[in-house]
Each structure stands twice: as structure tokens, then as C-alpha cells.
């Protein structure tokens, strides 16, 4: 069973490894989770924030959902999409939004 996909729940496990699970695992670290407040217009009750992943420059992931693991928060898939890149590989980012 897969913990609880939440800002909270992810914040625990920053700077902890991810697996894309395939024929050659692909490790991917959390490297920030990022709140966003309701804006005055916007409806309540909703969760909303970003995770974000550093990844290997090759393979490069384009965007798509991909089944994840992690060692305490189990097993799931996300939707990831690359926002940039440096000399170390790929940054993406996963976008929450939904009522709590």
C-alpha cells in the first residue's frame, strides 16, 4: 500500500531516491517541495504544490506518467514533466492539486 500523496507526506522524504521501475531502473532524487497558497478567487479546501526531481542526464524522461517507488511511501504513478536542466541531469516536476 502506497502512503498518502501529499505535500506533508512528500516534505518527509526530500532528498530521498525514487525508482522508475523498468528493464534499466532509473533513480530519482526529491529534491523540493514547494506549497502554493490559495489566491482570494480561488476555490478552498484545495491542496496544491509541486514535487520536484533531479534525474540523470540520460535517459531523458519526457513528459508522461510514470510508475514510481520509494522504499517508505511505496509504490504509484505520477505525472512528471521536465522544467529544466543542467551540467547533472534533468530537473522535473509533478503538480498536486485536488480537494483535501
Known amino acids: 500500500?502506497?502512503?498518502?500523496?501529499?505535500?506533508?507526506?512528500?516534505?518527509?522524504h526530500v532528498n530521498t531516491k525514487f525508482r522508475i521501475a523498468g528493464e534499466q531502473p532509473i533513480e530519482l532524487e526529491l529534491?523540493?517541495?514547494?506549497?502554493y497558497l490559495s489566491?482570494?478567487?480561488?476555490?478552498?479546501?484545495m491542496e496544491r504544490f509541486s514535487a520536484f526531481?533531479?534525474?540523470?542526464?540520460q535517459p531523458y524522461l519526457p513528459q508522461s506518467?510514470?510508475?514510481?517507488?520509494?522504499d517508505q511511501m511505496g509504490a504509484f504513478e505520477?505525472?512528471?514533466v521536465?522544467?529544466?536542466?543542467?551540467?547533472?541531469?534533468?530537473?522535473y516536476e509533478a503538480v498536486?492539486?485536488?480537494f483535501k
Open 53 to 57: 526531481f533531479r534525474g540523470p542526464r
Open 96 to 98: 498536486f492539486n485536488y
Open 39 to 45: 489566491k482570494e478567487h480561488e476555490q478552498t479546501g
Open 82 to 91: 521536465p522544467v529544466g536542466s543542467d551540467e547533472n541531469g534533468f530537473r
Open 65 to 70: 506518467v510514470y510508475p514510481l517507488e520509494h
Open 78 to 80: 505520477l505525472f512528471l
Open 1 to 12: 500500500m502506497s502512503a498518502p500523496l501529499t505535500e506533508q507526506e512528500f516534505s518527509k
Open 31 to 35: 529534491t523540493e517541495v514547494k506549497g
